[in-house]
């Protein structure tokens, strides 16, 4: 069965910085795209970025995009997030997911393995 563990959410100010971590077990991440996605309390999920090991290409969404950067290490079966600059608008669940294929997209419907999530809370 496969198990993602999101790790490295918590607390932080405007302006500070968190690292989030994807791992996998029982699984290679090696033919995959990973993604990460944020739902906050009343709001629909969104797609924030994701990577694919294929070509190496990357997608960071506008909102995010110059503060977030998404990075993997395959030796490690692990997915970064580097969250900069975060913004009170930052705070939500944290997730990431494994593609169906290479293909890096954030489109729910693409990602067929989540793991439980992650708080992260940007305080003002």
């Known amino acids: 069965e496969v198990q993602l563990v999101e790790s490295g959410g918590g607390l932080v100010q405007t302006g500070g910085s968190l690292t989030l971590s994807c791992t996998a077990s029982?699984?290679?991440?090696?033919?995959?795209?990973i993604g990460w996605f944020r739902q906050a309390p009343g709001k629909e999920r969104e797609g924030i970025s994701c990577?694919?090991?294929?070509?190496?290409?990357?997608y960071v969404a506008d909102s995010v995009k110059g503060r977030f950067t998404i990075s993997r290490d395959n030796a490690k079966n692990t997915v970064n997030l580097q969250m900069d600059s975060l913004k009170p608008e930052d705070t939500a669940v944290y997730y990431c997911?494994?593609?169906?294929?290479?293909?890096?997209?954030?489109?729910?419907?693409?990602?067929?393995?989540w793991g439980q999530g992650t708080q992260v809370t940007v305080s003002s």
């Open positions: 997911a494994v593609g169906k294929t290479m293909i890096c997209r954030v489109v729910s419907q693409d990602y067929d393995h």
């Open positions: 029982v699984f290679s991440f090696d033919d995959y795209a």
């Open positions: 990577i694919s090991n294929n070509d190496g290409s990357t």
